[in-house]
């Protein structure tokens, strides 16, 4: 038996929000770096980081927050 996945095909209004903002924090100056992991329509993760931060375990225990916060939204129950 074949089950297919509906998988969402217009953009995602959240993303374009997140990202909007966190371009605009980009062009003035206030965002130094980023770190993502993203899902693509083909259930492919993606993830980017740049090769320099200004402070490597600053942005370490940022991304270890942010999987807190990832984990009390999506998993805990």
């Not at 100056?29 to 993502?36: D, F, N, P, T």
């Not at 940022?62 to 939204?73: D, G, Q």
């Amino acid at each position: 038996m074949t089950v297919l996945q509906l998988v969402k095909t217009e953009p995602n209004e959240d993303v374009i929000e997140v990202l909007e903002r966190a371009l605009a924090l980009a062009k003035s100056g206030e965002l130094l770096s980023v770190a993502y992991a993203a899902e693509l329509k083909d259930g492919a993760i993606q993830t980017a980081v740049p090769g320099t931060f200004s402070n490597a375990f600053t942005m370490l225990g940022a991304i270890e927050r942010l999987k807190l916060r990832f984990y009390n939204l999506h998993c805990e129950e």
